[in-house]
């Protein structure tokens, strides 16, 4: 069989997303709707020929989570249905995956639950952007591309001229990270040390590495209520930071985090758009798209060429 024609379509997550890497492979999206019974179940409907084509599916399972999942299984299904040549899901956010180990009795494993939805839905591939977890990979019996955004984000850190810079992890979980920052643009490490003291109480007093008389650049896989962030942000300042920046993959932003994020002292925020962000933002934000980076690894995936050795990686 061969996968000659390359086929890109989209739920309801992120039309712009969409459009935006449409243009940078030069195609046009795949005519589909994904609408709403009366009853509030989904329907798919795709108008495009997808035999043997080879098809990638965006959708990130942003908020609201739920039917952003769904869709993207109905999509697949969809595909599968009419005996699509190959099927990508492009997942730039993975919603569900800070649930990924049971840390108590009696929760669930909902990453590898979602995982096996996906597999389920006939999914043969899988592209991703910064899971929370890198470990995610292997929920999946499935080839798992695991790009970064570190590219996309670190220009912004670049063009700041930090001087004697310091890469901040907001709590352990993002150490890696932040080491590969700091690698990249020659800066020292350190972390939040995020305690949980008991179910609802977490402990943000100290830090581990030195901040003081530097500039601070924070930086997090992704950033929902605002709540981790403002902390590190607070916490770095009174340890003596110079000046404090933040970046995140992911803004998945909900409550008033664009508010909190607007006042904790920050003097900037870099954030992706992996995630669609529904507010205007105030100036200090730095929006910046990764549909150019998804672009290059959908044309490698295509292609057969390594997508790894195209970009950088943690
Ligand atoms: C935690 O492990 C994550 O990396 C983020 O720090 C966290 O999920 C952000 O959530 P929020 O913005 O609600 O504090």
């Not at 080879?54 to 739920?66: A, K, R, Y």
């Not at 601070?216 to 942000?233: C, R, Y």
């Not at 993959?249 to 900037?268: I, Q, R």
Request: with cysteine.
């Amino acid at each position: 069989m061969t996968r000659d024609k390359i086929t890109l379509l989209a739920g309801n997550a992120h039309p712009q997303l969409a459009r935006a890497i449409a243009e940078s492979i030069g195609i046009d999206l795949c005519k589909v709707t994904v609408g709403r019974f009366p009853d509030g179940e989904i329907d798919v409907k795709i108008y495009d020929d997808l035999r043997g084509s080879d098809v990638f599916i965006l959708q990130p399972t942003s908020p609201p989570v739920n039917d952003h999942l769904i869709e993207l299984l109905l999509l697949l299904d969809t595909c599968r249905r009419a005996s699509a040549g190959r099927m990508t899901a492009v997942i730039p956010y993975f919603g569900y995956a800070r649930k990924d180990r049971k840390d108590e009795g009696r929760v669930p494993i909902s990453a590898k639950l979602v995982a096996n939805m996906i597999s389920t839905a006939g999914a043969d591939r899988v592209l991703t952007i910064d899971l929370h977890a890198a470990q995610i990979q292997g929920f999946f019996d499935l080839p798992v591309d695991h790009l970064y955004a570190k590219p996309v984000l670190i220009d912004y850190f670049r063009s700041l001229d930090p001087k004697d810079p310091v890469i901040v992890a907001p709590d352990m979980g993002g150490l890696k990270r932040a080491r590969a920052y700091a690698e990249s643009l020659g800066a020292q490490v350190a972390i939040v040390d995020k305690r949980r003291i008991s179910a609802d109480k977490v402990d943000w007093e100290h830090i581990i590495g030195e901040v003081n008389g530097k500039d601070a650049l924070i930086i997090d896989d992704m950033i929902a209520t605002g709540g981790s962030m403002v902390q590190a942000v607070r916490i770095v300042k009174e340890h003596g930071a110079r000046r404090v920046y933040v970046g995140a993959t992911h803004a998945v932003f909900c409550g008033d985090a664009v508010h909190k994020l607007a006042h904790c002292g920050a003097d900037g925020i870099v954030i992706t758009d992996t995630v669609p962000v529904h507010e205007p933002l105030p100036e200090r934000f730095q929006y910046r798209s990764v549909a150019p980076l998804l672009a290059r690894a959908i044309l490698a995936i295509h292609q057969s060429n390594s997508v790894s050795a195209l970009f950088d990686k943690v």
